[in-house]
């Protein structure tokens, strides 16, 4: 019975081998992309002071900064946070002091609130260093998964279609590999008006603009036969 049992074990091994010889792998990507209107607006000023002496302007500093940011507090739905707080001597005898700190404030709802706080802080002698509409990152997210289930939909189909193509039947995937998605570029704000010296400046402007967010998926199709 020995040479009986080695042949039926030969048999076993042969047929999966045999079965993935007559596969046919067809290696394809497929992209989906979808255009977003940006929702977050996000705002980089700056306190600035400039003298003779280092304590007097950053004592100066130091309260632009303060009146500014309980200003910001209380305005609900915006986000504060500072930034970096520099101070350097410049002139030919370095006689002159110059401090400065950031402000960085976001906001989604309250984007116009946050639109017209800039501009009170601007008639206020805050410098503007960024202001721009961005895609926040609970929107980028979302979209982000939704092209990538339509990118894999659409691989899918393809697979599906190809198969056919090639007289041929598509029994699934045997890898699928999903990138990140293409980094896109913040959109600018279409105007930002400079500081004005009147008694009732107005805001500077910014206005959100369509921001595209891609996804690419590639897979391993394997194909049989009908």
């Given amino acids: 019975m020995r040479p009986v049992l080695l042949l039926v074990a030969a048999l076993a091994i042969a047929a999966p081998a045999q ?47 303060a ?4 200003r910001a507090r209380a305005i609900a739905g915006i986000t504060v ?30 984007a116009p609130a946050l639109l017209e706080l800039v501009g009170t802080l601007q008639g206020q002698g805050m410098l503007i260093g960024a202001l721009a509409y961005e895609v926040s990152a609970p929107l980028a997210r979302q979209t982000r998964d939704e092209v990538t289930e339509e990118a894999l939909a659409g691989l ?7 198969a056919s193509a090639l007289d041929m039947r598509f029994t699934g995937f045997r890898e699928v590999r999903v990138d990140a998605p293409r980094h896109m570029p913040p959109p600018m704000p279409r105007m930002a008006a400079a500081a004005r010296a ?3 400046p107005p805001p500077p402007s910014a206005e ?19």
Wanted: net charge neutral; aromatic share 4%.
């Fill in 198 to 200: 009147d008694a009732a």
């Fill in 81 to 110: 946070a500072t930034g970096s707080y520099w101070s350097w001597r410049s002139g030919e005898r370095g006689q002159t002091w110059t401090a400065s700190q950031e402000l960085r404030l976001s906001a989604i709802e309250a």
């Fill in 208 to 226: 959100p603009a369509e921001v595209p967010i891609s996804a690419t998926v590639e897979g391993d199709a394997v194909l049989g036969p009908r």
């Fill in 156 to 162: 899918r189909a393809r697979a599906e279609r190809l």
């Fill in 67 to 70: 009146a500014a940011l309980e």
């Fill in 19 to 65: 079965a993935q010889a007559q596969e046919t792998l067809l290696r394809l990507s497929e992209s989906a992309e979808r255009t977003v209107r940006a929702d977050e607006l996000r705002a980089t000023l700056r306190a600035q002071a400039t003298g003779t002496s280092a304590a007097a302007v950053q004592q100066a500093v130091n309260r632009q900064m």
